[in-house]
């Protein structure tokens, strides 16, 4: 099912992210990972993809099993950092083989180790969605972006941000999903001024429970996100006790959800790190809310 139908239906979705393991590490637990996500019966899982294709492999063949198997819709992320428009078409021909059609394309992190920019890879995700749009059949793919409330971290003024977004979002993308926020202000103000800039394709909103203090200090850092208050206060009151915080991050992005519900955002990520029990336990928390009437 392509994403774009599923988002503009404006019911309530709610969907989940998991990772494949890094080259190398074992497969172990990951199917765990993929039975207890489809378990909680989202409208979609994404799979994230490592930078320079460095979890391609396994990308495809999670998004591959999540459909199959699981019958779950499918959201396989492709990133183009320091690849070549060669790689980039070898990688979509395979997602396409495997029946998959959505493709959330980004740029991806730069690896330290790479020589960037190189004249013969991508540079921004708005040349990665040209080029698939390009691609035989490259009509027929629902495309993702990804977006920033608080402002691409490398861009130093917000309005240059939104520019850039709308110039990827006219290239072809057919959804946005943000990037991790605490403060929904934040989000509302955001979804307002990129409305006026024009740009009104569906807007996924992306909730990331915090469970672990000293991982999400180090997101935080690497996307540019702020911690306000009532969450930083959170933190440094439970961040030592891991029971704890798990309780009070799972409570605080449940208040997020109900909150964002509230305010008409309809369309719910919830970057669950490869725990499904933390999804699960948001998900039930809503339950009457995420599946009204019953819903399956």
Do not use: W
């Amino acid at each position: 099912m392509k994403l774009s139908a599923l988002l503009a239906q404006h019911e309530i979705t709610v969907s989940c992210e998991l990772f494949p393991p890094k080259s190398g590490a074992a497969l172990e637990h990951v199917d765990d990972v993929l039975r207890d996500t489809a378990a909680l019966a989202p409208d979609f899982i994404s799979v994230t993809y490592g930078a320079g294709g460095s979890t391609s492999k396994r990308t495809l063949e999670l998004a591959s099993r999540l459909q199959d198997v699981y019958h779950v819709p499918a959201l396989a992320h492709l990133t183009c950092v320091s690849s070549t428009r060669e790689e980039i078409a070898a990688m979509v021909g395979r997602l396409r083989q495997a029946g998959i059609e959505n493709i959330l394309a980004l740029r991806g992190d730069i690896p330290q180790d790479a020589q960037f920019p190189r004249p013969d890879c991508f540079h921004y995700a708005n040349e990665l969605v040209s080029f698939l749009r390009s691609l035989e059949g490259g009509a027929d793919l629902c495309i993702g972006g990804a977006c920033y409330p608080e402002g691409h971290v490398e861009c130093p003024h917000f309005y240059t941000d939104l520019d850039n977004l709308k110039r990827k979002v006219d290239t072809g993308v057919d959804f946005l999903t943000t990037q991790m926020f605490f403060d929904n202000d934040v989000l509302y103000r955001f979804l307002f001024r990129a409305l006026d800039h024009g740009i009104t394709v569906p807007i996924v909103a992306g909730i990331m429970p915090v469970i672990s203090v000293r991982q999400i200090q180090r997101s935080c850092e690497l996307s540019g996100t702020v911690m306000p208050p009532r969450l930083q206060g959170i933190a440094d009151r439970f961040g030592d006790d891991p029971a704890a915080m798990r309780q009070a991050g799972i409570a605080y992005a449940t208040e997020q959800i109900l909150d964002l519900i509230a305010h008409g955002v309809t369309h719910i990520h919830i970057y669950t790190m490869n725990k499904p029990d933390v999804a699960a336990k948001i998900m039930d928390n809503l339950s009457s809310i995420l599946r009204p009437h019953g819903q399956d």
